[in-house]
């Protein structure tokens, strides 16, 4: 046997890596132990030896308005991106890849997806591209948001990039408390949005896919500041170790209601609403503890409130509450919202109001279709229709049955 020859599992000799499986392998064999701050420079040395140049790694900042360059060794330094507007910004709101042509070649943008969240966008200049090409990046891409989400865990790095304005103590409570804002299955999708993303308190949500049943919780605590960041906190942990005992709604209000009341005492509550969604089935059972309803959404347009028995909010010590149920159809959306997305007075005086809610709604579903940019669109939408102003935290959630095939 030759040097550089090896005897393989099937007697043959291992075959020389292309160079696609050199970039990937390089990725996949030195990414996963580098700091933070080395994996962007390792990416742009990878897809250089594609032909790649000005490399950029762009993410999401916490308002879901720019698309912000990651500094790094071999990264193109720039300005950020607005996702409205810009070729960054479409190719993450349709989730796809977008070429641009340039005299020197072609632009390309592609959709950092990581775990079913969008995490960002990566961009680089090729003198030509080809389906070969392509492939390569979209599986270089998929690598990356995938790196980026593991390492985010033990890192400030991202989280100093995606801001763009001071952040509160409160909003920092809450935003590490959260999971990925959008996720995407075969079956089910969802995508959240908070306001004001940088002074965020009371408002939080919380899902878990656990097998076929999708778990989402949404909770509004009383107060503003770390108070109220401090009783959401000790609802959603709640809620995850209710839901984690596999217990049922009912079980699991009396678990939050019982952790609000020993620990803040009579005179504080937290409005919530549990829901459970069979993917297979479409049966979607939801217990209200002083939310304001939520909207089905069917055909790109609002075709009822989910209204139905109510019960006090946890810490208020409610009796056993009743189950709601619905049978979903293949596309419907459901969308759950705190009412500092409705109580909010515009700059005449007069209350935002439901009605209006549904207006937008219904404008927003014909407008864009894919569920992450509804959510966003729709929330950005809503804080300018009411004339910029959020005294509340305001909060809503998509979620979409997708059918079970």
């Not at 040097?3 to 390089?26: F, H, I, K, V």
């Not at 709640?238 to 803040?264: C, K, N, P, T």
Request: hydrophobic share 40%.
């Amino acid at each position: 046997m030759t040097d550089g020859e090896r005897q393989g599992s099937g007697g043959g000799t291992d075959r020389p890596e292309g160079l696609g499986e050199e970039l990937l392998g390089a990725l996949l064999d030195q990414g996963p132990e580098l700091p933070a701050h080395l994996l962007g420079p390792l990416v742009a040395r990878q897809v250089g030896r594609l032909g790649g140049r000005e490399i950029s790694i762009f993410l999401q900042d916490y308002g879901q308005v720019w698309l912000v360059p990651l500094p790094g060794d071999g990264l193109a330094a720039g300005d950020p991106q607005p996702i409205e507007g810009s070729d960054a910004g479409r190719a993450f709101q349709e989730a796809r890849r977008v070429e641009v042509p340039q005299a020197d070649g072609v632009r390309v943008y592609l959709p950092l997806r990581g775990g079913g969240d969008q995490t960002g966008v990566m961009a680089v200049t090729l003198n030509g591209i080809h389906d070969a090409d392509r492939r390569l990046l979209r599986r270089i891409a998929a690598l990356v948001a995938d790196m980026l989400v593991a390492k985010h865990g033990y890192t400030d790095l991202f989280s100093q990039v995606r801001r763009r304005e001071p952040m509160s103590a409160a909003a920092e409570i809450q935003w590490s408390l959260l999971p990925p804002l959008a996720m995407s299955t075969p079956r089910v999708m969802l995508a959240g949005v908070l306001e004001p993303a940088y002074d965020v308190a009371g408002d939080s949500f919380d899902y878990a896919l656990n097998g076929d049943v999708l778990h989402v919780a949404m909770v509004d605590a009383m107060g503003h500041g770390l108070d109220a960041a401090t009783m959401a906190t000790v609802a959603i942990g709640a809620y995850r170790h209710a839901r984690r005992i596999d217990v049922g709604l009912s079980e699991i209000y009396a678990f939050m209601d019982r952790a609000i009341a020993e620990q803040f005492g009579p005179d504080h509550f937290v409005t919530a609403q549990m829901m459970r969604l069979d993917t297979m089935t479409g049966r979607v059972q939801w217990v209200n503890a002083g939310h304001p309803a939520p909207l089905l959404i069917r055909g790109h347009r609002v075709v009822r409130r989910l209204r139905g028995p109510t019960t006090l909010p946890v810490g208020f010590g409610g009796h056993e509450p009743r189950i709601n149920e619905l049978a979903l159809e293949p596309g419907d959306r459901i969308m759950c919202f705190t009412d500092g997305l409705i109580e909010e007075h515009a700059a005449e005086g007069e209350e935002f109001g439901e009605e209006q809610l549904i207006g937008w709604v219904d404008r927003a579903e014909r407008t864009a279709y894919e569920i992450r940019a509804v959510a966003r669109s729709l929330s950005h939408t809503l804080h300018r229709a009411r004339g910029g102003i959020t005294t509340d935290d305001a909060t809503l959630l998509l979620i979409e049955w997708r059918g079970a095939d």
